[in-house]
């Protein structure tokens, strides 16, 4: 149904191009170049089966993880295929201009690669509807003079060429004639942020939701003031060709907005990093260093049935890795458990590390398998995060909540919203299980989902190192035979 109804559209809006193409055959073979570059449409796309999509490389359009294609474009652009009923390709580009040239000359149908809008994109691209916003922020380094205002710019100030950021300061420049830049096609965003903590450059420029995600790996990175007003963010497509892709995208995207799939994409990659806190960010990635060393073979024999990294980040989070730690509600122990629930998964020793860590990792297995198969993947495990801190009880109850009112109660961007009213009487006398500090779970599984993060990234890290000093070794080895 959807794939007739969609070639039904792209057939109507076609319909003015087929009189011209009837009308004009000499003009179209004698300008069969121009005429490649134009032939991008709806019909296309379904004839052949696929969707060609242009993005970036980076942590918050396309990257390869550890289980294949990621990042929140990859994602959105994934849902619009299956919409249509097709396979997803997605041609990924190291700078702006490539990005562009791409779509220029027909090789994508449509950009994706969280791109402001912009007047002078504007006057040369189309843009679908709009999925974010975001705001610029110029950065420097922690423990420098913060600048707050242009005119305290002192030093070297780099940005990504052809970016809104460059846009941005050219409209800057003239009130500000003072204001100097330089450009770079070679560098992305968090490279610059790097340059920027080597003290290789003084501040550059960045997107408000990459520095989000960035400053989880580098808390040293702060923001100085924003540019202007926040902007929109959306998918470009060019002016050429019929308007049938343009027509399924306000669909789509009308769609994704109305059945929650946008905002649950949202929170996944955004919602838990709202709010930085540099100092337990600090102190988080020292106990990497310095503590979990100690333990990590631990986390990775008992985390088997899970990402290890993730049950290391629960215990960060319960006892920042200390297996004597203790609460005044009796938990203790590095996965904190009680006397009840240590006995039912067979622990005899709380304080034991091996021990705890062995009864945390099966007691939350059990919880996620507890899950009703209907909820999807990751809003279980983060399901799972607010039973183990709260209980399955409450977190029922507050799924039930959420589903009186209207929303999802198998999505946690949903439910973690109602979670707090289990401390309001005149919700909880409702419940089955009654009063609960129901903002205490979101918390725990935010933190959890921070450090879970900011532990998989320096553990990429520190495996990708260790590939390249064993090819470097390996390359010695063999120049000495």
């Known amino acids: 149904m959807r794939k007739n109804s969609l070639q039904l559209l792209a057939k109507k809006l076609k319909l003015r191009q087929g009189l011209a193409l009837f009308l004009l055959p000499c003009v179209l073979l004698l300008s069969a170049c121009e005429q490649q570059v134009n032939t991008a449409s709806l019909q296309r796309i379904i004839d052949r089966g696929y969707v060609t999509v242009g993005t970036l490389y980076g942590n918050t359009s396309y990257y390869l993880g550890a289980e294949g294609p990621a990042g929140f474009e990859y994602e959105l652009a994934k849902q619009y295929a299956q919409f249509l009923g097709v396979e997803l390709k997605m041609k990924p580009s190291y700078n702006l201009n490539e990005l562009f040239l791409q779509l220029d000359n027909g090789s994508v149908d449509f950009l ?27 950065v420097f380094k922690q423990g420098k003079v913060r600048p707050r205002k242009l005119a305290d710019l002192t ?68 923001i100085g003031f924003s540019l202007g007003e926040a902007q929109s963010l959306a998918w470009v497509l060019s002016k050429q060709g019929d308007d049938s892709i343009f027509a399924s995208l306000i669909e789509f995207f009308g769609q994704v907005h109305h059945n929650g799939v946008l905002l649950a994409l949202n929170d996944k990659y955004y919602g838990h990093i709202e709010e930085f806190n540099y100092v337990d960010t600090r102190m988080f990635i020292k106990a990497v260093e310095n503590k979990l060393p100690k333990y990590q073979a631990l986390f990775e024999k008992y985390g088997q049935d899970m990402d290890w990294r993730l049950l290391a980040a629960i215990s960060y989070q319960e006892s920042h890795w200390d297996p004597h730690a203790r609460s005044y509600t009796g938990v203790r122990g590095m996965m904190m458990l009680t006397l009840p629930t240590a006995k039912q998964m067979g622990i005899k020793s709380r304080l034991d590390a091996e021990q705890s860590i062995r009864g945390g990792a099966k007691y939350f297995k059990q919880l996620i398998e507890r899950m ?40 946690w961007v949903d439910v973690k919203e109602r979670l707090p009213l289990l401390k309001q009487k005149k919700y ?54």
């Open 112 to 138: 994706a690669a969280g791109l402001t809008v912009t007047e002078e994109r504007r006057a040369q691209y189309r843009f679908a509807p709009s999925y974010d916003q975001v705001s610029q922020k110029l």
């Open 428 to 481: 909880y006398k409702k419940t089955r299980y009654g009063y609960a500090r129901g903002d205490e779970p979101v918390n725990y599984v935010e933190n959890i989902r921070r450090y879970y993060d900011t532990l998989t990234w320096m553990d990429d890290q520190a495996k990708q190192r260790a590939i390249s000093n064993a090819q470097t070794s390996k390359s010695i080895a063999n120049e000495a035979e």
């Open 155 to 222: 030093g070297k100030l780099t940005v990504v060429a052809d970016s809104s950021h460059e846009e941005s300061l050219a409209k800057l420049k003239l009130t500000n004639p003072g204001l100097a830049w330089s450009s770079t096609a070679e560098l992305d965003s968090e490279e610059l942020l790097l340059q920027v903590l080597a003290d290789e450059i003084d501040y550059t420029i960045v997107d408000s939701n990459t520095l989000a995600i960035s400053r989880r790996y580098y808390p040293e990175v702060s």
């Open 372 to 411: 009703p198969a209907r909820v999807p993947d990751p809003d279980r495990l983060w399901f799972a995060l607010a039973s183990y801190n709260i209980g399955l009880g409450h977190l029922n109850d507050a799924r039930n909540i959420t589903k009186q009112q209207g929303g999802d109660p198998d999505r």
